[in-house]
């Protein structure tokens, strides 16, 4: 299964999305022609992201959609026409497998493993909306502590585009508690905030990236570390009645103007 959802009815009123949760390359295409160190790195999947993601599942009782396919094969957080989609090339590594495929083998993986996901966690959305509830929409991703040779500060970091309340409450309780975090930082939301825009933003639902260094979620004890912390800055979110209510923020530039339906 290319999609892996937990507390599909639980009662949490948060719904966690982990779009690059996994590694997994199915057999067939034959790791796309890397080595298997490859797959281990960045480039193939967020590290400790899904293990993060578990915990505050767990923790809140919530609903969380997991990718259980590497990004490589078919990046889920970008939008259909991105030259992104599938990449030939990530941080300096081609891509074997992804260099000249034809629109059948781009068709297949959009069939078989992007709408899968996507479709996964419309339900979600669909089925909280419907119990009356707002949700808290929160991408989980992990950032490299170095790219490009430059060292990344930040311990956290959030992205955001149209509609800063969760982004900002968030960043908020990390810097209340002396926490280093990046407003829209190491990326931009206005840049890469797909599956947030069409679950979250187009529903007028609070949403939010974030962003948690790699090598303080990467074993056991900075996963338990960090659930931690998520919990109780989580909690005191859930409580702010400016998060408890559907707001749509216009963008012009925006392209994405309705909910995902597939």
Same mark, same amino acid.
């Given at each position: 299964?290319?999609?892996?959802?937990?507390?599909?009815? +639980?009662?949490?009123?948060?719904?966690?999305?982990?779009?690059?949760?996994?590694?997994?390359?199915?057999?067939?295409?034959?790791?796309?022609?890397? !080595?298997?160190?490859?797959?281990?790195?960045?480039?193939?999947?967020?590290?400790?992201?899904? !293990?993060?993601?578990?915990?505050?599942?767990?923790?809140?009782?919530?609903?969380?959609?997991?990718?259980?396919?590497?990004?490589?094969?078919?990046?889920?957080? %970008?939008?259909?026409?991105?030259?992104? $989609?599938?990449? *030939?090339?990530?941080?300096?590594?081609?891509?074997?497998?992804?260099?000249?495929?034809?629109?059948?083998?781009?068709?297949?993986?959009?069939?078989?493993?992007?709408?899968?996901?996507? !479709?996964?966690?419309? %339900?979600?959305?669909?089925?909280?909306? !419907?119990?009356? *509830?707002?949700?808290?929409?929160?991408?989980?991703?992990?950032?490299?502590?170095?790219?490009? +040779?430059?060292? %990344?500060?930040?311990?956290? +970091?959030?992205?955001?585009?149209?509609?800063?309340?969760?982004?900002?409450?968030? $960043?908020?309780?990390?810097?209340?508690? &002396?926490?280093?975090?990046?407003?829209?930082?190491?990326?931009?939301?206005?840049?890469?905030?797909?599956?947030?825009?069409?679950?979250?933003?187009?529903?007028?639902?609070?949403?939010?990236?974030?962003?948690?260094?790699?090598?303080?979620?990467?074993?056991?004890? &900075?996963?338990?570390?960090?659930?931690?912390?998520?919990? *109780?800055?989580?909690?005191?979110?859930?409580?702010?009645?400016?998060?408890?209510?559907?707001?749509?923020?216009?963008?012009?530039?925006?392209?994405?103007?309705?909910?995902?339906?597939?």
């Amino acid at each position: 299964m290319p999609v892996e959802v937990l507390n599909p009815r +639980g009662k949490g009123r948060l719904l966690l999305v982990c779009d690059h949760a996994s590694n997994e390359i199915p057999a067939a295409y034959e790791n796309l022609g890397l !080595d298997d160190k490859h797959l281990e790195r960045h480039i193939a999947w967020d590290i400790g992201a899904a !293990d993060l993601t578990r915990a505050l599942s767990k923790a809140f009782d919530a609903p969380a959609v997991l990718a259980r396919f590497s990004r490589l094969l078919i990046d889920p957080n %970008r939008a259909l026409d991105s030259e992104t $989609l599938i990449p *030939e090339q990530s941080d300096g590594v081609i891509i074997p497998g992804n260099r000249g495929i034809d629109a059948a083998e781009r068709d297949r993986r959009i069939a078989r493993f992007y709408r899968p996901f996507h !479709d996964s966690v419309a %339900r979600q959305v669909a089925t909280m909306k !419907d119990r009356g *509830e707002v949700p808290l929409v929160i991408a989980m991703h992990s950032f490299t502590p170095v790219m490009n +040779g430059t060292p %990344r500060p930040w311990q956290a +970091g959030l992205l955001w585009d149209r509609d800063p309340r969760l982004a900002q409450a968030f $960043l908020d309780a990390f810097r209340a508690r &002396g926490i280093h975090v990046g407003d829209n930082e190491p990326y931009s939301g206005r840049e890469l905030f797909h599956t947030m825009t069409i679950h979250g933003a187009a529903h007028g639902l609070p949403q939010t990236t974030l962003e948690v260094r790699q090598d303080l979620i990467g074993n056991d004890e &900075g996963v338990a570390e960090w659930a931690r912390l998520l919990t *109780e800055i989580i909690s005191e979110l859930l409580a702010l009645p400016h998060l408890a209510s559907v707001r749509y923020y216009d963008n012009p530039d925006m392209e994405v103007k309705e909910p995902y339906n597939g």
